[in-house]
């Protein structure tokens, strides 16, 4: 596998060529949005808080943002008078940038990394840093890359994201799984009790070479946000022995690969859930938002009981009283009666995009598997939500 290509660092301009550019703010506060949200926060490494910018006399400014486990090389177009590098502090900069009234922002590099900026009425200063010690960000591997729809992509990563455990103790299941596999691809999420399997078909080049890896719950975040700001149709994957990358346009984001075996999913999947009910979508998810509103804070229980024609659906908790309502169906087997977290079906049917939803059971003591009730042949997308107890 081929290495990937490295961002060239500029050597450090001399005294009588530092940087001075102007951007256009609104299109400069765009990029920066996106460079800045990769950091972490609270890091203790403070070359990790800023950004670094480099302007070209190509008339392009490339923006850099990373915490090491991930980046984002993004750029805008710009005015250079010198080209340069700049290192400022990421927040500091998006909220001053954010604040300022003129249409273009002007950037001049004074002694000691200080940066004088200029924006109609404003006039600043702001402390950076050297340039020198800023991390080399990998750029996007010469291997011929893997090609997706981005509308595709976003959808799958939104269908899944809400099932990734957000507990740290549980490594695999703070990632969601990326299967490519000959003209598919598939995701799979799980926190262990509940799971979102999405897959896609004829998407993919035929032929092309089945792999998986685990992209990070902050992976998918950042992804989900970058394809949500683009016009661009395709977004590239591409892979190193070390790193995942994502091409869309002129911006790459890439993100250390995470190692560990996801569980095998495919051995929880049911395959005897022959009690089906099909309910209107809209219906089931307001009716759900009215009777959580009665149910404990802290289980989110509530009760599904399925009977002849009808599904009540109830709730109750000693601190706010209890509720029900019946929604009419076509089910006609004999009754079951089941308790689910509402937060988790409610999660999954909000990104359904179906007019009708299928409730696939077995018994009171196995998943429940919720289907958008369609005939996209093209989208196999399910959820497995477990029974709660009371």
């Excluded at 969601?176 to 926190?191: E, G």
């Excluded at 897959?199 to 035929?206: G, H, I, R, T, V």
Aim: with cysteine; aromatic share 6%; proline share 5%.
């Amino acid at each position: 596998m081929a290495s990937p290509a490295v961002i060239t660092m500029p050597t450090p301009a001399p005294a009588s060529g530092r940087a001075q550019f102007l951007v256009n703010r609104k299109e400069f506060m765009q990029e920066l949005a996106l460079a800045q949200s990769v950091r972490e926060p609270k890091t203790t490494i403070q070359i990790l808080s800023c950004l670094m910018l480099r302007a070209d006399m190509s008339g392009h400014l490339s923006i850099v943002g990373t915490d090491l486990d991930h980046a984002l090389f993004t750029t805008c177009t710009a005015r250079v008078v010198i080209g340069g590098t700049l290192l400022l502090p990421a927040r500091k900069l998006f909220d001053y940038v954010r604040l300022l009234e003129g249409e273009d922002v002007a950037f001049t590099q004074l002694d000691n990394n200080w940066v004088q900026i200029r924006c109609g009425r404003s006039k600043t200063k702001m402390v950076g840093m050297s340039s020198a010690n800023f991390p080399a960000i990998p750029g996007f591997p010469e291997k011929p890359a893997v090609r997706l729809p981005v509308h595709l992509f976003r959808s799958l990563l939104e269908r899944v994201a809400f099932a990734i455990s957000t507990q740290e103790s549980r490594y695999t299941l703070s990632a969601a799984l990326v299967q490519l596999a000959s003209d598919s691809i598939t995701l799979v999420a799980t926190d262990g009790h509940r799971l979102a399997f999405a897959k896609a078909l004829d998407c993919l080049d035929p032929g092309t070479a089945p792999t998986e890896y685990l992209l990070a719950l902050k992976g998918v975040q950042q992804l989900t946000a970058l394809l949500a700001n683009t016009k661009e149709e395709f977004v590239d994957f591409g892979e190193s022995d070390t790193t995942l990358f994502f091409r869309v346009g002129p911006r790459i984001y890439s993100v250390r690969k995470m190692p560990g075996k996801f569980p095998n999913y495919q051995a929880v999947m049911p395959t005897r859930n022959d009690r089906i009910v099909i309910l209107s979508l809209k219906e089931l998810v307001e009716t759900l938002k009215r009777v959580a509103q009665f149910a404990d804070d802290r289980s989110s229980l509530i009760r599904f009981s399925l009977g002849a024609n009808q599904l009540l659906i109830s709730s109750s908790s000693t601190e706010s009283g209890e509720s029900e309502e019946i929604l009419t169906t076509s089910y006609e087997r004999e009754p079951i009666a089941i308790g689910l977290n509402a937060s988790y079906l409610l999660n999954a049917l909000t990104v359904m995009a179906s007019a009708e939803v299928r409730l696939e059971l077995l018994n009171a003591t196995t998943a429940v598997q919720l289907r958008p009730h369609t005939d996209d042949a093209a989208l196999d997308y399910r959820v497995l939500v477990m029974p709660a107890r009371a």
